[in-house]
């Protein structure tokens, strides 16, 4: 089919049978549901409360200490995916009792309620930072003149956040980072054919010892086989019910092309089912069985990660911001244009949930893969205004990070089918400043980067902080 068809006239096409093929495949989808998308065991946040409590000068109430408890319920409520253990005074505790009761705990936050320097809390917080716990410390205004000695940790190579603010969201923002090295260490990779990137990234021991993650190998082989075990009846019922029903229009792909996507998806997760994996990424997913560019969005929308091209620096990325801020990130093929002061993103595989697997789906139209002309990919309509960040982890010890706006959305055939044009800061400077020396590699490991809904600039810095890697500008 070459002339565009509207989804209407789609549904009509597929109609018969539909009644009894949805009835054959209730009782599996029942029965996949329980699993699917996996969950994460929560990760253990320690908190201890440290100064004077009382109507004693530049100390905080008792009734500050519920207040921050009280919080903490509705946080863990919230997120999750976290659990708030602990919750100790110093004083009257001794840091000395509550050292061995961390040894479980993925993070450690601390309440500064009162002191000044050299005191009984402030040694008590030094005390538990030097223990390398990844640490935060909340001080609110007229919590004592003890914040003076905090910065000194960083400047020491701590893995201490601070956090010298009323604010209490920026609890929800740091606990959120927290969750991110446990659940790494829970993560296995599905990685199909083998992964590209960067040399640590495609070594499974150095990911292993690194972050903790598992690369799983899958061959081609398997992927094909898994997808002929899928039931046709299955692919089709979840190309109309996900595709075929919600786009705004299908252009060149038959519905055959697209039913065929779609059991690549169901593929793909009966995989990752098996296997336990929260993420797949392959350096086949432009031949057979299927072009994976449905599949990776899918995955995306639902909260997992699926990236193409067998990229194992963006997958790890994805994981990163997935598990930070609940949200997907879009692989891009970047340009630029410095007449417009543009970063120009796109690409064929695009999440259609860009603010998370609760959010609205974003417009999209079912095109075929553009390099191609072959097979089913997305163009998915960004929102204008929208502030992204576009991020990259790469070598295992590097984050490079910029910013920009969406102000344009374009369908140039001369690009992949998702495009938009973020403004940035200085175009002709990252033009030259790409990678920022630090990025070697071929064409892909060099060119991709991840798009992000938002702007995490200042939240990755503090999860540099947390993990131990370095944060790099590119603008």
Request: proline share 5%; charged share 20%; net charge negative.
């Amino acid at each position: 089919m070459t002339a565009a068809m509207n989804r209407r006239e789609f549904l009509e096409a597929g109609a018969l049978g539909a009644g009894a093929m949805i009835l054959g495949t209730a009782a599996t989808a029942r029965a996949q549901q329980d699993q699917w998308p996996p969950k994460m065991p929560p990760a253990r946040i320690y908190t201890v409360y440290l100064g004077r409590t009382g109507g004693i000068y530049l100390s905080r109430p008792n009734a500050e200490i519920q207040k921050f408890k009280d919080y903490l319920v509705t946080l863990q409520d919230r997120l999750g995916d976290v659990e708030f253990i602990g919750g100790e005074l110093i004083p009257p505790e001794d840091v000395q009792t509550i050292l061995p009761r961390l040894k479980d705990a993925d993070g450690v936050l601390l309440f500064h309620l009162s002191g000044h320097g050299g005191d009984a809390p402030t040694n008590a917080m030094a005390t538990i930072i030097e223990t390398g716990i990844p640490a935060a410390v909340f001080s609110q205004p007229f919590s004592g003149h003890g914040w003076m000695y905090f910065p000194r940790w960083q400047k020491q190579g701590k893995k201490v956040v601070l956090l010298p603010s009323s604010d209490w969201s920026e609890i929800d923002r740091v606990v959120g980072l927290m969750r991110v090295a446990p659940h790494m260490k829970n993560t296995r990779i599905l990685v199909v054919r083998g992964p590209l990137g960067t040399t640590a990234a495609c070594d499974p021991e150095k990911v292993k010892q690194k972050l903790g993650a598992e690369m799983i190998t899958v061959s081609v082989d398997e992927t094909v086989n898994a997808h002929n075990a899928i039931p046709i009846e299955d692919a089709q019922a979840e190309a109309k019910e996900h595709w075929i029903s919600k786009a705004k229009n299908i252009v060149e792909p038959t519905k055959e092309e697209i039913v065929n996507s779609a059991r690549y998806y169901l593929a793909t997760k009966k995989l990752m089912i098996e296997k336990g994996a929260q993420a797949t990424t392959s350096s086949n997913c432009m031949g057979a069985p299927a072009k994976g560019c449905l599949t990776y969005s899918k995955l995306n929308d639902l909260g997992l990660v699926g990236a193409c091209e067998g990229d194992m620096d963006s997958t790890l990325t994805m994981l990163i911001f997935k598990y930070a801020f609940g949200i997907p990130g879009f692989i891009t093929d970047p340009v630029f244009d410095t007449a417009e002061n543009a970063l120009i993103h796109f690409h064929c595989t695009c999440a259609t949930k860009m603010a998370g697997p609760k959010s609205e789906r974003l417009p999209f139209t079912i095109r075929t893969q553009s390099d191609s002309e072959r097979g089913v990919s997305l163009d998915v309509e960004m929102p204008i205004g929208q502030v992204v960040t576009c991020a990259k982890f790469i070598d295992l010890d590097k984050m490079l990070i910029s910013t920009g706006e969406i102000f344009k959305v374009t369908h140039d055939e001369l690009g992949c089918r998702t495009q938009f044009w973020t403004r940035v800061k200085d175009a002709r400077s990252m033009f030259h400043n790409w990678g920022a020396g630090v990025l070697e590699g071929g064409t892909m490991t060099l060119l991709h980067r991840v798009v992000f809904f938002g702007d995490h600039t200042q939240s990755i810095k503090n999860l540099g902080i947390l993990m131990g890697f370095d944060v790099i500008e590119e603008a």
